[in-house]
């Protein structure tokens, strides 16, 4: 293993260390907004120490490089080398929790921090709830939703996962093995005589609810006097974070209490905590973890706690009892600890007293479940299921990117485009020709696009379809006097050049304003959101709404319109931030083949961007050039990036005749 300096300066590490991370990110991630200092100094020195990291990193990248961050000191890192190395493998993981989107977008710089994550092509977490809450963020910054955790984020893949960092379990489960950890182990039962020990060690953090500790264990002595004398609370507290003025305020506070209860309830004989301010090697703490009773995790917000799987883990004689607070990831697979809520001191007092009378068989069952568990999802299998999850990121990845229309494609296109005798082209409209608008009636086309299409349709021997989920009012307005045909509310109307429009199906008005009377109901309860009624269709638009509050009202929606309509001859659409209601039996693919039956067509091409398109592209036939735009799986042969390549695309063709 090869290790590589980088360099900052004393005073940037003091703004970046010890301001942005430990002032700014490390409290709001663990939710404790009190202490967080929204310094722009500090914002400014964490980007700059970030570059520094990123051109040290760059030195070293080659073809074959695969990059994995590591944790919230380096959150913009992955953006940063993704700027530099377009194609480079990028993972990142964060060690700690990620807070809830009310939480995060409380930081004045949650856009660079979120796009500097987004940068990997894979973000882990230890925790499910860290991973939601991850994904709840992205839709409210972002609009972007996801499935099964996989996103689409500037054309490419990207997956957020979930992976409880493990350990090296037989390192701790054969600890007991070793002769100097057999004599310290010894050597601590002796100084403890028959006491049961109960045992804490943690760094210096407002985040471990190390006082809430001691107030259960104060409340244990006053509840059980019998226990007095027979039990000790060896608090170990690893220095951490000297020079940030909480930490301090917080060690006072400490040491007072600890001070307090060997003053009220100590003797001669007894002290009942015993309090330690450093640092333990290897053996030292193994040899803790093995003369322990109890062991007392008692976190108020953690993003995994290793500490409570190595005390599991080094207990090969089967003995011992974790406490784990329910807030730490860990306990998400330790359920067979004793499991409490650490802001309840009764509770936590409660499990003390527990854990203490326990009987060595259900200490043992505990343990030998919590154990397999452990040997199985250890660190060396914790770190090839992240790589083996990246791999497959880029596999497919590099799967997309098979189908994106290089030039080399686009110039045997072009070709085949000129030796046709007979040509046809559907163009869907809105986010292919188009950008999206918020509001439907936004979206009229600019001179560009009507002088491009004008001069499409003016090709010899070139039928242009326009297909649209838009009324054909609109269409006939913006497009008058261009020689298309259309295609209009994606499918229910038809309009050949020179002719009137045909309907292809209909739907009665009863059942149309019953449909609307129920998306009345949800335009009430999600803001921003409106209906769109056609003549024989009805559209609830959710584009401009809360992402997050959308994603609920439409499932709700959804469900009753599927109620409703299972029993109709009608079928429901969800398409780009919409629901469609429309007559069963219709879609753009049966629309377009109207069109095919007109003539002998030996270049058809078909370009869609919506899951309505995915019914153009299955029923044209085989030979037809199908192109989906943007990133994601479809039935298309190919792909292009954004309305833009579509254009140029088109006055490729155009040029070309």
């Not at 194609?87 to 939480?103: K, V």
């Not at 998400?332 to 009987?359: D, F």
Request: hydrophobic share 40%.
């Amino acid at each position: 293993l090869k290790t590589y300096p980088v360099s900052v300066s004393s005073k940037q590490f003091e703004k970046f260390y010890n301001g942005f991370c430990n002032k700014v990110l490390w409290p709001l991630f663990h939710e404790f907004l009190s202490y967080v200092d929204y310094n722009e100094e500090y914002w400014k020195t964490y980007v700059a120490v970030n570059k520094v990291f990123c051109n040290e990193v760059a030195k070293h990248v080659t073809p074959d490089s695969v990059v994995w961050v590591h944790d919230y000191h380096l959150l913009l890192l992955p953006s940063m080398l993704r700027s530099l190395f377009p194609n480079l493998p990028i993972g990142f993981f964060l060690h700690i929790p990620f807070p809830s989107p009310s939480i995060f977008m409380q930081l004045p710089w949650r856009k660079e921090l979120m796009e500097g994550m987004l940068g990997a092509d894979l973000i882990g977490f230890h925790t499910y709830e860290y991973t939601t809450n991850f994904l709840r963020t992205l839709i409210r910054m972002f609009g972007i939703d996801h499935k099964s955790g996989t996103f689409f984020y500037q054309d490419r893949v990207v997956r957020a996962e979930t992976f409880p960092m493990g350990i090296d379990f037989e390192l701790f489960n054969n600890a007991s093995r070793k002769r100097k950890i057999k004599n310290l182990v010894k050597r601590i039962r002796e100084q403890f005589g028959e006491k049961k020990i109960i045992f804490s060690i943690d760094r210096l953090d407002y985040t471990k609810g190390i006082y809430n500790r001691l107030l259960a264990y104060e409340r244990l002595l006053q509840r059980r006097p019998d226990l007095r004398g027979k039990v000790v609370l060896l608090i170990i507290i690893v220095p951490s974070r000297v020079g940030v003025e909480h930490y301090q305020r917080m060690k006072r506070s400490l040491e007072e209490k600890i001070s307090e209860i060997n003053g009220t309830f100590g003797t001669i004989e007894w002290t009942p905590v015993l309090y330690y301010n450093k640092f333990l090697n290897f053996e030292e703490l193994t040899a803790h973890y093995l003369a322990s009773d109890v062991m007392l995790v008692t976190s108020l917000k953690d993003g995994m706690n290793l500490i409570a799987k190595e005390f599991v883990a080094s207990r090969k004689d089967g003995k011992g009892v974790l406490i784990l607070s329910e807030f730490a990831g860990s306990a998400k697979e330790l359920g067979e600890a004793l499991i409490v809520n650490p802001n309840s001191i009764e509770e936590l007092t409660s499990a003390i007293e527990k854990a203490l009378g326990l009987s060595e068989e259900e200490m043992r069952e505990r343990l030998s479940v919590m154990q397999e568990r452990l040997r199985r999802y250890n660190i060396l299998k914790w770190g090839t299921d992240f790589l083996s999850s990246l791999e497959h990121v880029i596999a497919e990845r590099m799967k997309l990117a098979t189908k994106l229309l290089t030039p080399a494609l686009i110039d045997k296109l072009k070709e085949s485009f000129h030796k046709a005798h007979k040509r046809i082209l559907f163009l869907d409209y809105d986010g292919t020709l188009v950008p999206f608008a918020n509001r439907p009636s936004l979206a009229k086309p600019d001179t560009h696009l009507l002088s491009l299409l004008s001069a499409l349709s003016q090709l010899a021997n070139t039928e242009v379809v326009l297909i649209s989920g838009r009324k054909k009012e609109d269409l006939e307005r913006w497009f008058e006097g261009l020689n298309l045909n259309f295609i209009c509310e994606h499918g229910l109307f038809i309009k050949r050049r020179g002719k009137d429009w045909e309907a292809t199906a209909f739907m009665s008005s009863e059942i149309k304003n019953k449909i609307k009377s129920i998306m009345e109901v949800y335009v009430d309860r999600l803001p921003r959101s409106f209906i769109e009624e056609k003549e024989y269709s009805i559209v609830f638009h959710y584009r401009n709404a809360d992402p997050e509050q959308a994603n609920l009202r439409v499932a709700e929606l959804v469900d009753e319109l599927l109620g409703f309509t299972g029993t109709s001859d009608i079928n429901l659409i969800l398409g780009n931030k919409i629901v469609e209601v429309r007559p069963a039996g219709i879609d753009k693919g049966v629309a377009a083949n109207l069109f095919l039956k007109d003539d002998n067509f030996d270049f058809i091409l078909a370009i869609g961007d919506d899951t309505t398109d995915e019914d153009l592209f299955l029923k044209l036939p085989k030979e037809a050039v199908t192109i989906k735009v943007g990133m994601g799986t479809s039935n298309a042969k190919y792909s292009l990036k954004s309305y833009a390549d579509v254009r140029n695309l088109l006055e490729i063709l155009v040029s070309h005749e």
